[in-house]
């Protein structure tokens, strides 16, 4: 068996993984307390911001494998992924662009600096040790800094507590998959811990559409192996100071046909051999919490690092070469209760990043850092208003300086179950080293891309409960976004967009064995270019001035629905519809009105003992023919099943 590497980096501190809060939880099971809106513990029902929560009790109820299986029905998300597992996949919220997301995978910012637009890539993070994920939408710089345009996507891990335990899942099924997981989590007195080892290997999915391919060429299935490791320690030092440390290694090898533009008519096909990407990243964070005057005063600090690899080999030399990146954060933030119900807090963080990449056409290495400093009130009046204001100063290394702030009132009506809300922000998202200092196409003088958003909305809970409703209304206007000018293909600042929408939820407890949710999100976007310039390969035009932005469906329609028929049996099933969107051809640069699709999941799992469970699970149960992007297959029918153990 291989073994992570093992990075000894210590640093005290609390816990900075910014959690989540509320309106999409089902309603007849929400989280007591919420964290992410604020940075700081709150009560679900007095966070005015946009959050939907996932569990670490749905992802095994569903038998989510990967971070994209867990994302995909929640809503105001689109999840594009190149083919299945392992494929490239970016997320979508509220219509913004795939990098103007901010992903924390606890607490560490996971954003790819190696990448052309620094996003991070979904398909490689495995699903088995996560506690909760959780979705917060619309900008957020104001306490989270670059990237959180359109929002944030904070992954926690597991907790070691109580006696030893050791867990494990042996599963087999479609598109050749064998996948096994292994955890060992508890905790003394003084000391919480919990080890995991995750591998997924699937050898034979089916990616390329036959109808771009050329008579009698050969095509080959995708294949994908991730080895995932990961340690979580939690120590209590004395009664005032805690010190933690996390780490994470993945270790993923995707087979997959490349496109090629072979003479003498250069026209696009998928290539006749396959080629090998690999992604090797790792995570690690190590930080202290000190708490003073009774815990009034809490104080956190610490240091988060990340590398990542990635080259890419095979026969298919135009694709070939090699990219790295790295990142280090460096954080202290205190929060000072003033009184119950009234808490501030500051913060401070530096951030330095780098890259280096080598390909067949160019070469580079770049860096550049950031400072930045928030500060936040969180207050109630009463029992019935309750609010958050924060405001953030970045200094970055590059492009200078920039301000963000975020407002957000909530009012509740406890007679009635009713819930008033609202929240308007700005956000920014920095160009990525690539888009300053790329050959040919970089721009040091770029500016950050901007945003201003709001969004307000009702929460209903009726019958104690058992019945909750509600919906959201988003707008947000952003500005500086990076296209290219067509005399020196240099990246430059020209383009706009505006996006808009409505979310709205049902849920409801059925019975005390079964409950359902419904989610719809519409959604519409607007991007806009000056007279005579081109809008680039990621908006479809519509007129001289306006356009499409590409891979944004006006509609999503996605249904939860689980049963306990016994306390041993547990049944779940989802419903994803999204509308048709617009998109790119592969292997051209047409524009498509691409189909939607519908997709139905079941899972079920039933225990045998206080140690043994058997699960199975079907996906795509009507073996629904779709892609999403154009030109790469998902998965068709696909059934799966397998034994967890406990001891």
């Not at 005290?12 to 809106?37: F, I």
């Not at 699903?127 to 939408?137: G, H, K, M, T, Y």
């Not at 995570?283 to 003073?292: L, P, R, S």
């Not at 990525?432 to 201003?452: D, F, I, R, V, W």
Request: hydrophobic residues 35%; charged residues 15%.
């Amino acid at each position: 068996m291989r073994l992570a590497p093992v990075l000894l980096a210590f640093a005290c501190a609390g816990t900075t993984a910014l959690a989540q809060s509320t309106d999409d939880q089902n309603a007849v099971d929400l989280p007591e307390l919420v964290v992410s809106a604020t940075g700081i513990p709150t009560p679900e029902a007095e966070v005015a911001s946009s959050v939907s929560i996932v569990t670490a009790e749905d992802i095994e109820r569903r038998q989510q494998r990967t971070l994209p299986d867990v994302l995909q029905s929640l809503p105001g998300l689109n999840v594009v992924q190149t083919g299945g597992p392992g494929g490239q996949t970016s997320v979508f919220i509220r219509g913004t662009n795939s990098n103007h997301v901010k992903v924390l995978i606890d607490g560490i910012d996971a954003g790819n600096p190696s990448t052309p637009n620094g996003a991070f890539d979904f398909g490689q993070l495995l699903a088995s040790d996560l506690a909760r994920v959780e979705v917060l939408r619309g900008p957020q710089s104001g306490l989270y800094g670059s990237d959180a345009i359109g929002g944030v996507i904070s992954v926690t891990t597991r907790k070691g507590d109580g006696p030893a335990r050791a867990t494990g899942y042996v599963e087999g099924g479609a598109l050749g998959t064998f996948n096994q997981a292994a955890a060992l989590s508890g905790s003394t007195d003084k000391l919480a811990y919990s080890f995991n080892v995750t591998h997924f290997a699937s050898t034979d999915i089916p990616v390329t559409p036959q109808d771009i391919v050329p008579f009698g060429y050969p095509t080959h299935s995708n294949a994908y192996d991730n080895w995932t490791y990961s340690t979580r320690l939690d120590y209590q030092a004395t009664e005032a100071l805690a010190v933690n440390f996390i780490a994470r290694y993945i270790d993923s090898r995707l087979a997959f046909s490349p496109d090629t533009y072979p003479p003498p008519t250069y026209e696009g096909i998928p290539a006749a051999q396959t080629s090998t990407s690999l992604a090797s990243m790792f995570f690690t964070k190590g930080e202290g919490v000190w708490n003073a005057f009774d815990d009034r005063l809490v104080t956190t600090f610490g240091t988060s690092a990340m590398t990542t690899s990635n080259p890419t080999y095979g026969p298919n030399t135009a694709v070939n070469g090699q990219y790295e990146g790295d990142r280090q954060v460096y954080y202290l933030r205190s929060n000072l209760a003033l009184a119950p119900g009234q808490n501030l807090l500051v913060g401070l963080e530096r951030r330095n990043e780098g890259m280096t990449s080598q390909s067949a056409y160019s070469e580079m290495d770049a860096a550049t850092g950031n400072t930045g400093v928030y500060g936040e009130f969180q207050g109630s009046l009463g029992e019935r208003f309750f609010g958050a204001a924060n405001i953030r100063y970045d200094s970055d290394d590059t492009f200078g300086d920039h301000t963000t702030f975020r407002l957000a009132p909530a009012i509740l009506f406890p007679e009635t179950g009713s819930k008033l809300k609202a929240s308007y922000g700005t956000g920014f998202k920095a160009p990525s080293l690539y888009q300053l200092y790329a050959p040919y196409y970089g721009n040091a003088q770029l500016k950050p891309e901007e945003s201003t958003g709001y969004d307000a909305g009702f929460e209903q809970q009726l019958w104690g409960g058992r019945v909750a409703f509600g919906a959201t209304y988003f707008h947000n206007d952003i500005t500086n976004l990076i296209s290219y000018d067509p005399a020196t293909y240099q990246n430059v600042n020209i383009s706009s967009a505006t996006t808009q929408g409505a979310e709205t939820f049902v849920a409801v407890a059925v019975m005390e064995r079964i409950d359902v949710r419904l989610d719809y999100t519409y959604t519409h976007v607007v991007g806009y270019m000056p007279v005579g310039q081109p809008f680039g390969a990621a908006c479809a035009p519509v007129d001289a001035t306006s356009c499409t932005p590409l891979r944004r469906p006006n509609h999503k329609v996605s249904v939860t629905l689980g049963w306990r028929p016994t306390d041993e049996l547990d049944l779940s099933a989802s419903v994803v519809y999204a509308s048709s969107w617009w998109d790119i051809v592969r292997l051209t640069s047409d524009y498509v009105d691409q189909p939607g699709y519908t997709v139905v999941n079941v899972a079920a799992s039933y225990r045998l003992n206080t140690h043994a469970t058997v699960f199975a699970r079907i996906d795509n149960l009507f073996d629904q023919t779709y892609e999403n992007p154009n030109g790469f297959l998902a998965p068709g029918f696909g059934a799966y099943g397998g034994l967890r153990l406990t001891y």
